[in-house]
């Protein structure tokens, strides 16, 4: 099993299984993939992807605004034996009613307040201690605004990441689309983030939504403008290993996929270089 | 109200159009219910486009003949409609949605004589994966809310890995079989082909009749019949009150 790049920024993808093979022939500039969901039983492939690149755990393990449950952490934890990856990802999310009666099916930000804080350290420091990985956490975007909120999401992820010690996974797109239907300039709301506690960095592509009536997360090309956006969070970012495009979806393509990649290569200056791992 | 309850409160405004009809602002700051709803509407569309695209995975498969996929339903005016009254995770929600699908690719020039079995089976499967809704627990064992039975004028075991393969189905096929569809708590789904026993015992399971009664319906022992509900109470196919089981 491949060791994660030490020497320089990793540049990678998720793994989308129905692009496992595109992946094994032509994937020699794809330096780590992110496991979104865990290897189908009948996936094949998946060994050969597992030989092959270095994982990152990158699954739904739980919403940390509740307690995970033993049979979670256990997942988690199974999981991660079988990645070996440098840490272990989850996301500032709360889309499952506590009684499990109604799900959003998609990730979906917590209140902003001192409960919820509270909530997400203490079962963040729980799922990490438990798994014996370090975590990073990922911010998610709001499309409009709920009563009782008691600060902002940039102070909620700091506060969070001060008393955690966890690392922040930073998801370009999500703060390009909470900048934008905030009406906000997308650095200066980025830079109130606390960059320098970023690990990996997202990047992804945006589409026009029909029922947003604007853009959305979407399986396409990066925007030039969320590759800059990503750069310029790398240059405030002193702990950042990795970068990832984000597209986990059943109708991207290789063509897409493989584009997408060599335009973050270029954005953030990797060379194709042969691999070399630690 | 504690802010974990606040927030149950905003899931449930974007899950449930009813809560959103009953209380247009709910949780919402002013001025953002429109903004929320077209959210709601947003989420619901993008969770029964992905399910109608893993469940009738197969009817994809002849979309040059079809010219049709279940996906596209999520894109008809008729389903802005639905958007505006749906549960998302409901069962009914999942009627509504598997039946739009299911009319729709019945309406296609038909690639063989086993089309319409094939989408009853996809609409089975795309239940399951639909809903999220729980069954109600009586004391009586009951079914999950999903679950279904059905029997198949077509031998679907053997038939579907021939269709995953492109190879072509041959009238030796046209053999019935019988089919469970299931969903656990815990979202694991199950197709599995069941005996005339377990068919009759999980027909017999309806919320109201006691074991005794549903070994009686079914012609088996009461002992048979708590074996196999308890087989198909691991497969969420069926709900045992704890004094039954």
Known sequence: ?278 | MSDRAVQDEVIRYLADAKVRAQKPQGPICAGEAAKASQFAHFLARRYYRDRLARSFRYSHRFRRQTGRIAEEVADVKEFDLFLSQCVMGSLESAQQVGGMARARLCAAPEPGPWWHELLEYEYAYFLQTATTERGVATDRPSRGASALCRRFAWAMPEMLPLLRAGEPIGSDLRRESALLFSRTYAGRLFVVQVDAIAESIFHATDGASTVDEIAAAAGVSVEQARETLQTLSGIGAVIIPDDAS
């Open chain 1, 1 to 278: 099993m491949p060791s994660f790049i030490a020497e320089r920024l990793s540049v990678g993808t998720f793994y989308n299984p129905h692009l496992a093979e595109a992946l094994l022939s032509e994937g020699e500039h794809i330096d780590h993939l992110s496991m979104a969901d865990p290897p189908a039983a009948d996936d094949a492939a998946f060994p050969r992807i597992r030989e092959r690149f270095p994982l990152l755990l990158h699954d739904y393990l739980g919403q940390l605004a509740d307690p995970l449950s033993d049979h979670a952490l256990e997942r988690a934890r199974r999981l991660e034996e079988l990645y070996r990856g440098p840490w272990i990802a989850e996301h500032f999310q709360c889309l499952h009613t506590e009684d499990g009666r109604y799900t959003l099916d998609y990730v979906f930000p917590p209140l902003y307040t001192e409960d919820f804080l509270r909530r997400f350290v203490t079962n963040a420091r729980r799922l990490a201690d438990f798994v014996g990985a370090p975590l990073v956490m990922e911010n998610i975007p709001g499309f409009f605004s709920v009563e009782h909120a008691q600060m902002s999401e940039a102070e909620f992820l700091r506060r969070f990441f001060e008393e955690t010690g966890c690392g922040f996974l930073i998801d370009v797109p999500h703060l390009w689309l909470a900048a934008h239907y905030q009406e906000r300039d997308p650095r200066a709301y980025i830079g109130e983030f606390p960059l320098d506690k970023v690990v990996e960095i997202h990047v992804g592509g945006v589409e026009d939504d029909r029922d947003l009536g604007g853009p959305w997360v979407a399986p396409t090309r990066p925007k030039r403008e969320i590759l800059e956006l990503g750069v310029w969070i790398a240059e405030r970012a002193p702990g950042l290993r990795a970068v990832t495009v984000d597209q986990f979806s059943p109708a991207l393509t290789a063509n897409i996929m493989f584009e997408s990649v060599e335009m973050t290569r270029e954005a953030f200056g990797v060379s194709k270089a042969e691999r070399k791992t630690a």
